[in-house]
């Protein structure tokens, strides 16, 4: 193998975080803001790019580049075992959902996912962009369009919002699912956007004018809250002028004076 062989375990059930067991020498590399917590002996270093094995400067600025394109950063941070035996780092999910290992030699060495669902993965993994090159999915994918892929023989892990559903399609068959509930698939799975049909479904449906469809064989994972349903929500209910919503309030704001909040 080029990449690190590391071992896991994921705890938890709606708020996961996983824990990397790293053997001496081993690393395991991370976006920022994902670490939780290590054991002595593991130093933490930021790296340019993935970590992966490049050729020269030239190649390490190549993928530190095609990220920024993604949104991410410049920089990932290592973390490697400098001690004596075993040690142990972790790593949380950002928002309540599920961590998804991904073992890349069982997918041919590449996993395609959305662009901020990659959480760590052993060093040796490349982490790059996958560009559509179908022009409704360039025009229209909207979260779909610009996807991670995850290359290499090692481990990685994805994350996923709310609860995830694993789709294994047969040659053929299609699925069609809103675009932002997409986490990842497998490189043999067609990814294609179709526009939903119809006057009332498009202007009075409320799910959006597109979805997506994934056409087998291969195999798909779903989340059941993307991140940007979750976010604006919270902002669709977010006080305003210093007020609540009042949902299920007839007083409104007369309720808020009787209430002595404006005294």
Known sequence: MIAHE????????????VEIEL??????????GGFMMMEDGIKMETIFGDGSQQQGFMGKLLSAGKRVLTGESLFMTAFQNQGIGKKKVSFASPYPGKIIPIDLREY????????????????????GIEFSKKIGRALFGGEGFIMQKIEG???????????LAKKVLAPGEIMRIDTGCVVGYTQDVDFDIEFVGGIKNTIFGGEGMFYATLRGPGTVYIQSLPFSRLAGRILANAPQNGGGKEEGSILGGV????????F
């Open 255 to 262: 309720g808020r004076l009787l209430d002595g909040d404006n």
């Open 153 to 163: 023989d090692g481990l990685a892990f994805v994350h996923s919002g709310g609860t």
């Open 108 to 127: 041919n060495g590449k996993f395609i996912c959305q662009k901020d669902a990659f959480l760590c993965a052993a060093k040796g993994v490349s982490i």
């Open 6 to 17: 590391i071992d896991y375990h994921i705890y938890g059930e709606e708020m996961q975080y």
């Open 23 to 32: 053997d001496p020498q081993e690393v395991v590399v991370a976006e920022a």
